[in-house]
């Protein structure tokens, strides 16, 4: 299930679940629109004060809200289309891909769906992507800036 960690905006503590309800009417919305939300929880993200960074301690507990949230809404962006052959064919191009991603430990691997939009989401929590193909796959290393 989805997991909730505690983000602060306009000085109110909010769940994520709480800041996908705005978010539900923007399904039909434009991609740049999609990314500008997403700019302002990124930013949400980084500003975080002090107490409330056990909540959010690593990159990778960052970058899984963030996934969590591309999901949320790429589905409802898939589920508003017209044309359900569309969606099959959308829903069957995401693959699931392996991600490494640099926490303070070490590198550790998340396996996510990359999407279009989810690389737009990797440029904005401003880290460097590295492709390396090895027996036709591709390797995302994802190192923090």
């Not at 740049?32 to 409330?52: D, E, G, I, M, Y």
Request: avoid cysteine; hydrophobic fraction near 40%.
């Amino acid at each position: 299930m989805m997991m909730t960690v505690v983000l602060v905006e306009n000085k109110r503590v909010k769940t994520l679940k709480n800041l996908m309800k705005p978010l539900k009417n923007q399904a039909k919305t434009p991609v740049k629109r999609l990314v500008k939300t997403l700019k302002t929880q990124a930013k949400t993200l980084k500003n975080l004060p002090k107490t409330l960074m056990s909540q959010v301690k690593t990159v990778k507990d960052r970058v899984k809200t963030l996934i969590n949230l591309m999901k949320h809404l790429l589905k409802r962006r898939v589920k508003n289309q017209r044309s359900n052959q569309w969606r099959q064919r959308r829903l069957n191009s995401m693959k699931t891909k392996k991600v490494m991603i640099k926490v303070m430990t070490g590198w550790k691997q998340m396996t996510v769906i990359m999407i279009k939009a989810e690389i737009m989401m990797i440029k904005i929590l401003k880290v460097t992507v590295t492709k390396i193909m090895k027996k036709n796959r591709r390797w995302l290393k994802m190192k923090q800036l």
